[in-house]
């Protein structure tokens, strides 16, 4: 039987998302992995975490990516050059050096589309995942797609999503608020990990669904 994991955001961070993965989880062919996307800007080794699920899948494991506001940011900035200043100031001079290059007109094609065919959401049975949350004050919390790349906004409505678990990153939470979270159907996984020197903060998390374990490990990188 295949298991699933969730994970929260990683911003760069390759070194902690090889080791979740290799040395806590104990990543098997059979699994199902969500990443909750912020894949780039902040962290050291946006290019790394890129390369490295792109070798994970090479090898057979099933690695589902959804987009955060980071890789939104990044796209719209390849796109309209006045936006470029937007996505500079949140993080992305660090994206640029780890790939090597001074200006995105200079970004590797497969990069860019690896980040295009990132899901803004991924539903199952059982859970929807996706980077920021859903917006619980419309009819259709689908249909609202900035919200889910952006949304800090705690209105939660179970049965807007059939009763499913809604997992999702974005705002970063220390390991306390991340044992004590007031509902057991909607689960935030940012810990932070990119803030090391933020208190409670510094960690990569996963989740195992559907038995709600955590695994958390400091930044490494």
């Known amino acids: 039987m295949s298991r699933v994991f969730a994970i929260g955001d990683l911003h760069g961070c390759r070194n902690t998302f090889e080791h979740i993965l290799t040395e806590e989880i104990k990543i ?5 992995i969500y990443c909750l996307g912020d894949y780039v ?9 890129i390369d490295y699920i792109l070798k994970l899948r090479k090898k057979g494991y099933a690695i589902h990516t959804l987009r955060g506001n980071h890789e939104a940011l990044l796209l719209d900035a390849v796109k309209d050059a006045e ?3 937007l996505w500079l100031s949140n993080g992305g001079e660090a994206t640029l050096e780890s790939f090597g290059i001074k200006s995105l007109k200079r970004l590797p094609e497969k990069y860019e589309e690896f980040l295009k065919r990132t899901k803004f959401y991924i539903a ?8 920021a949350g859903l917006n619980f004050s419309i009819p259709d919390p689908f249909t609202d797609k900035r ?8 209105l939660f409505i179970y049965h807007k999503i059939q009763r499913r678990i809604l997992v999702h990153g974005h705002t970063p939470i220390s390991i306390a608020q991340l044992h004590s ?27 195992e669904l559907p038995s709600k374990e955590f695994i958390s490990v400091r930044n490494i990188d």
């Open 124 to 131: 199952t049975s059982e859970n929807v995942f996706v980077h």
């Open 181 to 207: 979270q007031p509902s057991i159907h909607k689960i935030n996984i940012d810990t932070g990990c990119v803030y090391k020197s933020r208190i409670g903060c510094g960690h990569l998390t996963a989740v």
């Open 41 to 49: 800007g902040r962290g050291p080794n946006a290019k790394g975490v």
């Open 83 to 85: 936006k470029q200043k």
């Open 147 to 154: 919200a889910m790349l952006w949304t800090r906004e705690p």
């Open 28 to 32: 098997k062919r059979s699994d199902k």
